[in-house]
């Protein structure tokens, strides 16, 4: 969508539209919320849990070198497809944290794509 792109450039987040001829039921309405999404590439540090399922990948924050932060929780079916590229890493010696949670560091390959600088949505998604 050439225009989205138009109004990225000019500083717009996103765009929120509805069909013209949707009603609002008991007051819900059936809006659609489009946003613009800027992504990085991140080395993943390690993960919490067990390395076959693991429940969150850590990830840096920032340049190399800097803190790091736990992922949302991964789903069953991605948490199995990145236990298969865990298996057979090898563990980095000592504890370590991310945010307040220890994780287990690994030496991996492991480059998943994340969200770049985004900020909390002010509006809920219905």
């Known amino acids: 969508m050439l225009w989205c792109d138009t ?3 000019q500083g717009i987040e996103g ?4 069909r013209g001829s ?3 039921p008991s007051g819900r309405r059936r809006w659609v919320k489009i946003r613009h ?6 080395l993943a540090l390690g993960f919490t849990g067990p390395r076959l399922r693991p429940h969150h990948l850590v990830l840096p924050v920032g340049d190399e070198g800097g803190s790091a932060r736990v992922s949302a929780r991964l789903g069953p079916v991605l948490a199995a497809r990145v236990g298969e590229t865990l298996t057979g890493t090898t563990v980095v010696v000592g504890e370590r944290a991310g945010r307040g949670e220890s994780y287990t ?3 991996t390959d492991l480059v998943v794509e994340v969200l770049a600088g985004s900020r909390p949505a002010r509006h809920p998604h219905p």
């Open 105 to 107: 560091r690994v030496e």
């Open 37 to 42: 999404a800027d992504t990085v590439d991140a």
């Open 15 to 18: 765009i929120v539209w509805k």
């Open 7 to 9: 109004l990225r450039d």
């Open 22 to 24: 949707a009603s609002d």
